[in-house]
């Protein structure tokens, strides 16, 4: 079983930036999600391990970077220029099949989810 455990949420003004981190097993695929109230799971970044390519939503695309340190086992979301849309809160995914590219930001791809911390983006 995978374990993957998040962590740098809070609370910061629009423009300001969070680094979040996710600690656990390197798998073929590494994603953050986010989840606002009311609303669908979203993708926002993944990474594909075994080369370091990224994709990002459209949303966050220049704004935010997916990042991971393999001695260190973890994960991470640098968060910059935070804008009130990016409330909600932010979960790590991995999964280690291999599934076609265009998946990466689709969360029903993910077998293993951290518990998620909370971001709040207040203006």
């Known amino acids: 079983q995978v374990q993957l455990v998040e962590s740098g949420g809070g609370s910061v003004r629009a423009g300001g930036s969070l680094r979040l981190s996710c600690a656990g097993e390197t798998l073929r695929f590494m994603a953050w999600f986010r989840q606002a109230p009311g609303k669908e799971r979203e993708g926002v970044a993944a990474m594909y391990t075994r080369d370091g390519s990224t994709e990002y939503a459209a949303s966050v695309k220049g704004r935010f970077t997916i990042s991971r340190e393999d001695n260190k086992n973890t994960l991470y979301l640098q968060m910059n220029n935070l804008k009130p849309e990016d409330t909600g809160v932010y979960y790590c995914?991995?999964?280690?099949?291999?599934?076609?590219?265009?998946?990466?930001?689709?969360?029903?791809?993910?077998?293993?989810w951290g518990q998620g911390t909370q971001v709040t983006v207040s203006t």
């Open positions: 995914a991995a999964d280690g099949r291999d599934f076609p590219r265009l998946g990466v930001l689709q969360a029903i791809r993910y077998t293993y």
